[in-house]
């Protein structure tokens, strides 16, 4: 039976070396050492993924806050006087946690590891994903803290947070090591991984002597192939590319074989019912065994209608009838990964397109609009098309490029339309140098967090503006600002997030690094809303769902 | 830190009082006044003196009590770096103890660690004041020095150790000089190494920096040779970061080492607690922190007065 400490020692290792073929062989040479089908499928899990598969949708859904202050309570200590700063210091809640379980005298009393096994581990997981309210769960975490060495602890909690493991090895990562395990070749088991979408399970497969079985099967979701902003790849060859109208819906695979249909999103969840009426019209079609990849969009009187229609849709799992019918959604299709008892993702996208158009007019399914592209100044006349039908934009697409899962590289790229605007808050600003010497200047924009359950402060910032502002405002606002004024660090001052200004951006991008997991492409000032109370600033969320639909 | 009343100071930039006292010789504790008068033990005025300090330096060594028209002061050893000591003040006011930087226990590199045994007035520092801090033994925090060095060595790459030029230096020298390894020094920490040979500490087979003679030995720079030729010129190398701050993970990725060995030459949190509830000072003040109140917090916790130190003391 496998421990949990020797999962634990293998990721600590992997953490302390350099270089991924170092890495790989650790976690090789852990892998190796068990012999069970389900601990092997939960160790590699747990590397990869998480305390669940990302496939099975699950989450242990405790936030920070909870954790903390159940480690609080756990230690006898004060949130705000020892915890807190603590914390600062690390960057890291489950590295504080771990070492004032090792080092405080409350910590070691009240712990008394008892090596836990992989199959307890999972089902500590188990019980606090399936807790009601804060008390139940943070009684399971005092559980299996009090049965963890500060280690143990460490890793356990980030486990649990499903996010990374922060050791430098990601998916990719444990799938080669698993490779290596097993001799096979890493493509080989890399496409399993993509089939199936689970590593943990792709292992198992392999310990099975079962792998031929990890084959694409129609109802199972596959990974979703994602699209690059093109600010960020370099275009050589306009003309490989084919344009299609960027549809503001809901991205969805869906599944058919006659009468059964069934529809998945992006983060591979069933959400067939949500879309009945959508799953009674496909199955009327009698469609042969198809994978199509699509967007459902709210279609009325024959217009594309805002995102903001289809939001009515996506929250109701039961949608009443009155519902249904002032929504109406159709599937716009734009490609086929599967027809007729044949994965097509390995062929060239002009290929699938054929297949498609083809299933299109027999089963009239409507299908994206595709246009050849000449040269780049095209890009500005289809742009502007694609907005004047109400759509958000555009995605080019490489005719010669296959379905490749997940990947964000030059074989999609989307064209957006500007970004948006934020209402935030000003946390930090400094002065500059020079032209503007002694003149607060460069200012930290913050976005709510007050009711996030993630976070245990009120605002995290999202991007620094220093410009867009006239003389006049920046006056004005240092006026407002010197008052506020509550800590200083050379230049820069911290102030009482009091002052609301209105900023636009190019886009929003993700950043693990930030404490906000995403960043700003050049924010600036568009106006200091003097009028608007703080409390109306946009949260985190806001920009979490802007991101997402983006 | 100046006490205006008995006219004296410590660790001062200029002569604000007529008698200032230096605890040790690391940058930050020196006078920027490179002329002034001071006293500092005799370890520290030979390593003030390499690092161009031109002043009058009158030498107390440890104990021997300074008969001043306020105050009787004597210098305990702080166990920081050589040469490194704690101010101890009896006056009409009381005792008091200011710490300068210190270790406990000491580092084997230095005088040791001695408390007076009772004070009124505490000053220490707490560079590490906060509870996720604490130290593991020298003997195993030498022994990853060593170890790492070894490593390297056998894999033909050559082990840079990042650390100040002055005592964490000469701390790895001592931890290395039983493996016989051959060190090299950076040029700043390498005159300053002949003062502990001088007092009898082994630094083993150690010189100076050598780009022609570094293959096969381990280095020792400060980090602010990271990205000097001296350390991106080496073919193949392996660095350790060696550092009270290596104890935090995030170094790793800001400082992109291989290792992260955290031997600190300050003071952790436990012993802190620990050394202030048995001296049981009237009061304490806490410098050197970035969380003061931390300390405060547990001193409190153990029915005892600190304060963070703050600009109107004295």
Redo the contacts between chains.
């Keep these: 039976m496998s421990t949990f400490l020797a999962f634990v020692e293998a990721v600590h290792a992997i ?2 070396t ?1 270089g991924s073929k170092a890495k790989t062989q650790i976690a090789a040479d852990y892998f190796r050492t068990i012999v069970d089908a389900d601990e092997l499928e939960t160790v590699v899990t747990w590397m990869s993924d998480g305390a669940f598969s990302q496939l099975s949708g699950r989450s242990a859904t405790v936030g920070a806050a909870t954790i903390a202050q159940a480690a609080c309570r756990f230690l006898d ?2 949130y705000e ?2 915890f807190r ?2 914390k600062t ?4 809640s489950s ?2 946690i771990s ?2 379980m ?3 005298p409350s910590g070691c009393s009240s712990r008394q590891p008892r090596n836990l096994s992989v199959h307890e581990v999972m089902s500590l997981f188990e019980d606090i994903a399936s807790a009601r309210g804060r008390a139940e769960k943070e009684a399971y975490l005092w559980a299996a803290w009090k049965a963890m060495t500060g280690l143990e602890i460490r890793y356990f909690l980030r486990v649990l947070a499903q996010g990374s493991l ?1 050791i430098g090895f990601d998916a990719k990562n444990v799938v080669s090591a698993v490779a290596e395990v097993f001799a096979i070749e890493p493509d080989t088991l890399r496409s399993a991984w993509m089939l199936t979408g689970s590593a943990g399970h792709v292992a198992r497969l392999c310990l099975e002597g079962q792998l031929d079985t990890a084959q694409f099967e129609l109802f199972r979701p596959l990974a979703f192939m994602l699209a690059s902003p093109i600010e960020q790849k370099k275009v050589d060859d306009w003309s490989a590319y084919v344009v299609e109208d960027k549809y503001d819906g809901m991205r969805c695979q869906l599944h058919g074989s006659g009468a059964e249909v069934r529809l998945f999103s992006r983060d591979l969840n069933s959400i067939s019912e949500s879309f009945p009426d959508l799953i009674a019209d496909m199955q009327g079609r009698d469609l042969p065994s198809v994978v199509l990849d699509g967007e459902i969009c709210v279609v009325t009187e024959g217009i594309i209608r805002p995102f903001q229609w289809l939001q009515k849709r996506m929250g109701a799992k039961k949608p009443a009838k009155k519902l249904l019918e002032e929504y109406p959604v159709q599937f716009i299709a734009y490609d086929i990964l599967y027809h007729q008892e044949e994965l097509l993702i390995d062929q060239a996208l002009h290929k699938r397109r054929a297949v498609l158009e083809a299933l299109s007019q027999s089963f009239t399914i409507p299908l994206a609009e595709q246009y050849p592209l000449s040269g780049e100044a095209d890009i500005d006349r289809y742009f502007d098309l694609a907005i004047g039908r109400g759509n958000e934009g555009l995605m080019l697409k490489r005719l010669d490029s296959v379905y490749e899962f997940g990947q964000r590289r030059r074989s999609w790229l989307k064209v957006k339309r500007p970004g948006g605007s934020l209402d935030t808050v000003i946390l930090y600003a400094t002065a500059g140098s020079g032209r503007r010497g002694g003149t607060l200047s460069d200012f930290t924009l913050a976005v709510r967090v007050a009711d996030d359950d993630r976070f245990e402060q009120e605002w995290v910032p999202i991007g620094k503006a220093y410009g867009g502002y006239t003389n006049d405002e920046l006056r004005q606002l240092n006026d407002a600002l010197r008052p506020l004024i509550v800590e200083r660090f050379g230049p820069t001052v911290a102030v009482q997030p009091k002052i609301m200004v209105e900023i636009e951006f190019d886009a929003i991008q993700e950043n693990k690094r930030t404490k906000a997991g995403y960043t700003l492409r050049f924010p600036r000032f568009k106006a200091i809303r003097w009028d608007k109370p703080i409390t109306e600033a946009n949260t985190l969320k806001d920009v979490e769902k802007m991101h997402s639909e983006g | 830190m100046h006490l205006p009343a008995l006219d004296i100071a410590f660790d001062v930039n200029a002569a604000v009082a007529s008698h200032c006292f230096v605890t040790h010789a690391h940058a930050d504790h020196v006078p920027r006044d490179r002329r002034m008068k001071v006293y500092a033990t005799p370890n520290t005025a030979a390593l003030m003196r390499i690092r161009g300090f031109v002043g009058d330096i009158q030498e107390l060594p440890f104990f021997e009590v300074l008969e001043l028209p306020n105050a009787r002061v004597s210098f305990y050893p702080a166990g920081h770096i050589l040469g490194s000591a704690m101010v101890y003040v009896e006056s009409d006011e009381g005792t008091l103890l200011y710490t300068g930087d210190c270790r406990r226990p000491a580092a084997p590199t230095s005088e040791g660690f001695v408390s007076p045994d009772k004070v009124d007035v505490l000053i220490t520092e707490a560079t590490f004041g906060l509870p996720i801090y604490r130290w593991a033994s020298h003997e195993e925090l030498f022994d990853q020095i060593r170890r790492f060095a070894m490593d390297a060595l056998n894999a033909k790459e050559t082990p840079v150790f990042y650390a100040y030029n002055l005592g964490k230096a000469q701390e790895i020298l001592h931890a290395l000089a039983p493996t016989g390894i051959r060190a090299q020094i950076h040029g700043g920490g390498y005159p300053l190494c002949q003062v502990y040979t001088d007092a009898g500490i082994d630094l083993g087979r150690y010189e100076k920096y050598n780009k022609n003679t570094l293959a096969g030995a381990a280095l020792i720079a400060p980090l602010s040779a990271e990205d000097q030729p001296m350390v991106t010129k080496i073919p193949k190398a392996r660095h350790a970061y060696v550092s009270g701050w290596a104890s935090n993970e995030s170094r790793r990725q800001q400082l992109n080492v291989d290792a992260l060995i955290p031997l600190s030459d300050h003071i952790d949190f436990y012993k802190l607690i620990d050394w202030v509830t048995h001296l049981r000072p009237k009061r304490t003040y806490i410098t050197h922190s970035p969380t003061p109140e931390v300390v405060c917090h547990f001193l409190h916790k153990a029915g005892l007065d600190a304060v963070p130190m703050s600009q109107e003391f004295g």
Excluded at chain 1, 89 to 92: E, L, M, N, R
């Design positions: 953490a302390h350099r200590i004060d006087a020892v700063p603590s210091a690390t960057g890291s590295e504080t070492r004032l090792e080092y405080l922060r």
